[in-house]
């Protein structure tokens, strides 16, 4: 299984942006789909996660009410929707995937795509 991050980019501040993971590969099969993204020196931390069979989704606090994370089952596809950017979200962001619980622990997570940055100018 391999995931494939895309449509970071440089955006003003208030501004939006929609990334996707296309998964691709043997069959895919997951049972979670979650996004993460890591600062220049900072540690890697959580943004959302969806299950993916039914729908339900989790933010963290700090991106609740900006955020919008969905998936197409028929594509393989999740998607995270950035509205409201702030210069606190610059960062590159990772899609990831796993079999081994509905978790908002990396450690979990099995398959992990390239990351795309996404730079909110102020």
């Known amino acids: 299984v391999q995931l494939q991050a895309s449509g970071g980019g440089l955006v003003q501040a208030g501004g939006s942006l929609r990334l996707s993971c296309a998964a691709s590969?043997?069959?895919?099969?997951?049972?979670?789909m979650g996004w993460f993204r890591q600062a220049p020196g900072m540690e890697r931390e959580f943004v959302a996660y969806?299950?993916?069979?039914?729908?339900?989704?989790y933010y963290a606090d700090s991106v609740k009410g900006r955020f919008t994370i969905s998936r197409d089952k028929a594509k393989n596809t999740g998607y995270l929707q950035l509205n409201s950017l702030k210069s606190e979200d610059t960062a590159v962001y990772y899609c990831?995937?796993?079999?081994?619980?509905?978790?908002?622990?990396?450690?979990?997570?099995?398959?992990w795509g390239q990351g795309t940055q996404v730079t909110v100018s102020s």
């Open positions: 590969g043997r069959a895919f099969s997951t049972v979670v």
């Open positions: 969806i299950s993916w069979s039914a729908g339900s989704t």
């Open positions: 990831a995937a796993g079999n081994r619980g509905i978790t908002l622990a990396a450690a979990w997570y099995d398959y």
